[in-house]
């Protein structure tokens, strides 16, 4: 697949204000500063589709954009080490809980791992939270450009090994580099073919504000 038109549409904090949801959509998320933005940037040929900063916490809001007329991504805001207040942690919180729960439409909730790091509590309970809402997920190690191919290799590895004392089996998962674009048409080709198998709920109105 190639990204030929990405439009900005809506930003938001009530997952009842998004999209009418008759086209397939696809979360991102990740602890802070994982390079979120970049990867969607990166994917959608664009640098500056989603905002970048050095500052953890930027997106503070359900933000989707209309891809090729045909799908949804969604930018959601992270969670994790963000300088922000608790009560605004627990905002974000809710936000991302009511929008994950609410979209009948969301094929794909893409977790941003950093792939320089050793598994992290909170993105494994978030990954946990994810599992007993049965909110289908697939990881995107970030930042792969950052080592070298053994230790890519054994971080993941490590990871696989962590995830599987819980876990029947690993999840499916990507490795990308926004500056190399790595996995970029892996990730892209993965959507093509859920939309492909896309098939729109019952009782949907069929208007969209993307359109």
């Not at 969604?74 to 919180?93: H, I, M, N, Q």
């Not at 969301?106 to 509590?121: G, T, Y």
């Not at 054994?154 to 819980?166: F, R, S």
Request: charged share 25%; aromatic share 10%.
């Amino acid at each position: 697949m190639e990204i030929n038109e990405a439009r900005f549409v809506i930003s938001n904090s009530d997952a009842r204000r998004c999209p009418t949801p008759t086209l397939p959509e696809y979360a991102f998320i990740g602890r802070s500063n994982v390079g979120k933005s970049s990867l969607i940037n990166m994917l959608c040929n664009h640098s500056h589709l989603a905002k970048v900063s050095g500052t953890p916490g930027k997106t503070q809001l359900i933000n989707h954009f209309l891809i090729n007329k045909n799908w949804y991504l969604v930018d959601l805001p992270g969670y994790g080490y963000a300088k922000v207040g608790k009560r605004l942690k627990a905002t974000f919180t809710t936000i991302i809980n009511h929008y994950l729960t609410q979209r009948s439409n969301l094929q794909c909730l893409f977790i941003l791992i950093d792939s320089r790091l050793a598994p992290q509590k909170i993105d494994l309970e978030f990954m946990r939270e994810m599992g007993k809402k049965q909110i289908p997920f697939t990881l995107i190690f970030t930042k792969a450009d950052k080592l070298k191919p053994q230790a890519l290799q054994d971080n993941i590895k490590h990871y696989a090994d962590v995830m599987l004392q819980e876990w029947e089996e690993m999840p499916h998962f990507f490795i990308s580099s926004s500056s190399h674009k790595t996995g970029k048409e892996e990730i892209l080709q993965y959507i093509d073919e859920l939309n492909a198998n896309w098939v729109l709920p019952p009782r949907e109105e069929k208007h969209d504000l993307g359109q």
